[in-house]
């Protein structure tokens, strides 16, 4: 005698629960909603439409600069200068604007291309040496603080044009200001998840930090990916001093010391793999929301600002425990 085979249905359900613990974003969209409600419960300030909207002003750097970052650490990589890299960008664009040898737009242009100038060194030394990431962008890190310092020598730049500052202006949405900024960095953020997502380079990005050999055997043309992405993430770069500017008002030779740190943060907190391969840039969204959401509530609680590096660290290694055991747990 034969067993009837169970409804097709009770088989389908279990997989899209499967599908749906399994997936990077999880795990980080539960601590996001998790730390909501406690601060939400332990401070009377934090449930506000404005609260939320500085938290997404206060994030919104460091989210740019995440989202090249990721591409990054997708194909088994990571850019220790990617601060570095924006702090000189932003000197750049203020100090070429505000001293009105060119428009305003030609200095953001500028600032732009300089920053994916230095990303697309980064490719090149990483996949045409070849040195290991870590060594090329801490070298990097290096030459871009050092150009930053020289550039700007040692002044901060201010009287910038509206142009460089309009991302920094504020428009009404129901009861709450939002920044332009702001809106502009959720783009990019849905933008490179279409990217990733949706477009045969997405799928290689994801196929070189998966196995490069693998990859290259299967058509992909490696070498000009890996160099391409670092481009990219430069550019990213370039758009995160454009916002920092924006944000303060003026071009700080001393802006982005941790920012390549927070970067990383952002990404492993969300739920990117280390070892590539693995992740979203929404994740990297939220790994951000997380960490400006802890700042803000501990702040609205009146804990110091070391105990909050503290957490920050705490979370950053308990997110990198999670990724080891779910990778033994794959093999």
């Known amino acids: 005698m034969t067993t009837a085979a169970p409804p ?5 359900e279990p997989t899209r629960l499967r599908r749906l613990t399994a997936a990077p974003t999880t795990g980080p969209l539960a601590a996001l909603a998790l730390a909501c409600a ?15 909207s500085l938290i997404i002003q206060q994030v919104m750097v460091v989210g740019a600069l995440a989202i090249g970052q990721t591409l990054i650490i997708l194909t088994a990589g990571i850019d220790l200068s990617c601060g570095a890299v924006m702090a000189f960008g932003s000197i750049m664009i203020a100090k070429t604007a505000a001293a009105g040898s060119v428009p305003p737009l030609v200095a953001i242009a500028l600032g732009l291309g300089v920053c994916a100038g230095f990303g697309l060194v980064n490719g090149l030394l990483v996949r045409l040496v070849p040195l290991p990431p870590f060594i090329v962008t801490l070298g ?56 990733l997502s949706n477009t045969s380079w997405g799928r290689h990005v994801y196929a070189l930090g998966n196995s490069p050999e693998a990859a290259r055997l299967n058509g992909v043309r490696t070498g000009r990916l890996t160099i391409g992405v670092y481009a990219v993430a430069g550019l990213v770069y370039g758009i995160a001093a454009l916002l920092l500017v924006s944000r303060t008002g003026v071009g700080d030779p001393q ?4 920012e390549n740190l927070d970067s990383i943060t952002a990404v492993v907190l969300g739920g990117t793999s280390l070892f590539g391969g693995r992740g979203t840039v929404l994740g990297s969204l939220i790994g951000a929301l997380i960490v400006g959401v802890f700042r803000n509530g501990l702040q609205l609680m009146g804990v110091a600002s070391i105990y909050q590096t ?3 660290g705490i979370l950053v290694i308990l997110a990198v425990t999670v990724d080891q055991l779910s990778r033994k747990r794959i093999r």
């Open 255 to 258: 802006a982005g010391q941790t």
């Open 140 to 195: 990097m890190l290096n030459i871009a603080f050092a150009l930053t310092h020289v550039y700007s020598n040692e002044q901060t730049i201010t009287g910038l044009p509206r142009t460089l500052t309009f991302l920094g202006e504020t428009f009404p949405l129901g009861h709450t200001d939002v920044t332009y900024g702001s809106v502009l960095t959720i783009a990019l953020f849905l933008a490179f998840a279409y990217a």
């Open 310 to 312: 503290l957490i920050t």
């Open 8 to 12: 097709y249905s009770t088989l389908k």
């Open 38 to 52: 406690f601060f939400s419960l332990t401070t009377d300030q934090f449930l506000s439409g404005g609260n939320f």
